[in-house]
């Protein structure tokens, strides 16, 4: 039960082994606030009314190792350690949100289990079944078999709230069934690098290992985000969770109601942010958008006819923003679904329509090769031919593409950020085959003093790079 966080973050579940000290709190000052800015009287009506439809979950199966064992990565965010599964049952959180029984919790959480017993307030156990789950959004819908006197709570609207807004998290941290802490919206649509989805609310309510899956609600009560993960160097809370907003979450659910999995549409496109350098060479009068790094094979992009360093500038008429907003946008998108890119090829501006597949979310891997040895250096870079093995791996066609193989200090090549084992497959435009190519484009850059665009093949993936002349060195 793993998901990728943050540096030292830890999924906000505990095993039911795992128990706290409780530390007596210190006394606070009951006295009116001498501000204009009044707080309210309390949440105790709201809990009272939501508490009900808050549930404890306890997952037996196979479970990863307690939280605070969890190991990650330094800075920036990665990909957890490794870390040997075992049989257990661990506790988490979750909320009831219809008649029929239905359980919202985290995937993390269920992931794994054999077997799924719900803790309602009162006390009572009842046994629950998988629905479905989405390992992307890490949401998970379970459903009671019991579901006589239940009581449920409702969606909120998450895109509404802004960063000082009350939040009340209600959950199991460590085992402790209805505990409620109080805090304020810190921040919307946070990326914590856990997937291509991330839209994360922070809060500093107080979330601990066993409130994975717990809601978050506003002070209306209602629930606007489904509570995921905490960012702490110690394991404790630290005034720093994320929540899954409802407006990601409601849409998920419903669709693991209806028929226990996601779907979501794709195109079948690497995408490439725009940096101001890249927006030069461009001719773009501005950031926003998205480049084509890359497209599939026999995708929805390549039947459409997209190609290599298109920009992406609109779908359905909507201003495209970043490579991120973008793949969240399609992923909503119905599957067989026909939308409308605006498209600037060549400084050109045109529309291409494409219908969408479905996607499969998954990975691929690239791999290296000791490049042979080589002295060209145009624009500060040592550059060599491309092994026949890397190219059939690569599926490059024959004579296509040069490998960087040393990367002069202080150089244009090293400010734009070029490093050895790039393949570089075209410059302004034209397919490099041999280092010629690349000087000649190169001196017409420094002639023209236009930052040169080079498409460049690195860890299975594809991207541009924007190699200004202003940094050639004298």
């Known amino acids: 039960m793993t998901l990728p966080l943050l540096r030292n973050a830890v999924s906000a579940f505990a095993l ?5 000290p409780v530390t007596p709190a210190l006394a606070q000052d009951t006295g009116e606030t001498p501000n204009a800015f009044s707080t309210p009287q309390g949440f105790s009506d709201i809990v009272a009314a939501k508490s009900p439809a808050v549930v404890g979950i306890a997952a037996t199966g196979v479970v990863g190792p307690p939280p605070r064992m969890r190991e990650m990565p330094p800075l920036p965010f990665g990909i957890p350690q490794p870390q040997e599964p075992r049989q257990g049952t661990a506790m988490g959180s979750g909320f009831i949100v219809d008649d029929d029984g239905h359980v919202v919790t985290n995937n993390h959480v269920v992931e794994g289990a054999s077997e799924i017993e719900i803790l309602l307030q009162d006390g009572e156990r009842r046994e629950a079944s998988v629905v479905g789950t989405d390992p992307a959004t890490d949401l998970a819908v379970l459903k009671l078999q019991d579901v006589s006197g239940l009581s449920t709570v409702s969606w909120g609207d ?6 000082g807004a009350w939040t009340i998290a209600i959950g199991s941290p460590f085992g402790l069934g209805g505990t409620v802490t109080v805090g304020v919206l810190s921040a919307t649509s946070r990326d914590i690098r856990s997937g291509p989805y991330d839209d994360f609310l922070q809060t500093d309510a107080s979330i601990n290992s066993g409130n994975s899956g717990g809601p978050l609600f506003n002070a209306s009560g209602d629930v606007i985000g489904v509570n995921t993960a905490i960012f702490s160097p110690s394991g404790g809370n630290v005034g720093i969770g994320f929540a899954v907003p409802a407006s990601t979450a409601q849409e998920v659910v ?23 350098s890249l927006a030069d060479a461009l001719g773009l009068e501005n950031t926003s958008g998205a480049i084509v790094a890359n497209v599939e094979p026999g995708s929805p992009a390549a039947s459409a006819g997209l190609q290599e360093g298109d920009v992406l500038l609109s779908l359905e008429g909507e201003q495209i923003e970043d490579p991120r907003s973008l793949t969240r946008r ?6 067989d679904t026909t939308v409308s890119f605006t498209v600037q090829r060549d400084g050109e501006t045109q529309t291409v329509d494409l219908t969408l597949a479905q996607r499969e979310d998954s990975q691929s ?36 593409g040069i490998m960087v193989q040393t990367v002069i200090p202080g150089s244009a090549a090293a400010a734009a950020g070029l490093t050895q084992g790039d393949i570089i497959t075209s410059a302004a435009g034209a397919d490099v085959t041999n280092p010629q ?38």
């Open 16 to 20: 039911v082994s795992v128990f706290a």
């Open 158 to 163: 998450s895109d509404a709230m802004q960063p």
């Open 254 to 276: 419903a669709q693991l109601i209806a028929s226990g999995s996601v779907q979501r549409g794709f195109i079948g496109v690497g995408l490439q942010a725009i940096d101001n």
């Open 330 to 335: 399609v992923a909503g998108i119905a599957p």
């Open 365 to 400: 891997a690239g791999g290296n090769d000791v490049p042979a040895a080589g002295t060209d250096q145009p624009m500060g870079v040592g550059l060599t031919t491309i092994p026949e093995a890397m190219r059939r791996q690569l599926g490059l066609n024959e004579g296509l």
């Open 437 to 474: 190519d690349l000087i000649n484009a190169w001196n017409t850059a420094l002639e023209s003093d236009v930052p040169l665009l080079v498409r460049v093949l690195r860890s299975g993936g594809a991207l541009f790079v924007a190699i200004d002349p202003a940094e050639a060195s004298e």
